[in-house]
């Protein structure tokens, strides 16, 4: 299995650097930043590119309600990402998330060779992903429940006639009680957002359970083995217990020798 490395894409720059470059030399596969609200995801993930000559960038993701596809192109061009390692990932929440994907990632394809990734949570968004996207990011599951949208995803798929996209999925990671509690507080305001809160109820799990919060960092390995062929990707995303370079590189470490 595959292991990306995701953070907050508003930390400063210099913790972006370190974690991107500390992520190549250690063999992870991709390095994602998210898109936040005000702060460029882009922009983010530009200080990356900077430090890596290898390693898949990643956004998860931007909302095409907030932000175009036009305007995301114009971003990935002004930033000049390097599309052959850009895994640009993008989503939408409803009313009309459907269609909205389906025409964004129509657009998106049509200007930029990055591989596109959509954010599938329901059912017919995992189906969608399957029919139109280079790749599928889940997030807030857990691994029995990613097992079931991966064959809505290959559902959709066959439906298309087309390979597959590439599975990842968002599990996040905290060591220690300050990284744990960091977790609760990003459970409790995903759970505070409708879509998100039907997902947990239809699971029937607390959402803080689905991350891999431990004590000590050598228990990082034992618990991400219950990711074992589940989805192609596990993309570990870090909530540290300050944002700082020392605790958000003890992650990358932590991690790395799963």
Sequence with gaps: MAQGFALFAGV?????RAAAKEAETLGYTSFWVNHPGATD???????????TRRIALGIGVIPLHTRGP?????????????????LLGVGSPNPGSLERVRSGIATLRSQ???????AALGPRMCELAGEVAD???????????ARASADLVRQGAA?????????????RLA????????????ADRYAA????AANFARMGVDPATTAIAVSRAEMVPTALAKWRNVVDEVVLRALPSEDTVDAMITLVRAAATS
Excluded at 70 to 86: F, H, N, T
Excluded at 112 to 118: I, N
Excluded at 175 to 186: F, L, T
Aim: hydrophobic share 45%.
């Design 135 to 145: 790749g599928v990011l889940f997030n807030w599951l857990t691994p029995e429940h």
């Design 193 to 196: 957002i409708p879509a998100y």
């Design 159 to 171: 439906k298309a006639k087309r390979t597959p996209p590439r599975l990842f999925a968002y599990v």
């Design 112 to 118: 930029l060779s990055a591989r596109l990734v959509v």
């Design 175 to 186: 060591v220690g009680e300050a990284g744990a509690a960091r977790v609760k507080k990003e």
């Design 41 to 51: 995801g882009l922009v983010s993930l530009a200080q990356a590119a900077g430090e």
């Design 12 to 16: 400063s720059p210099a913790i972006v």
């Design 70 to 86: 036009e305007s995301i192109v114009e971003g990935a061009r002004s930033q000049k990402l390097p599309l052959d390692r850009l």
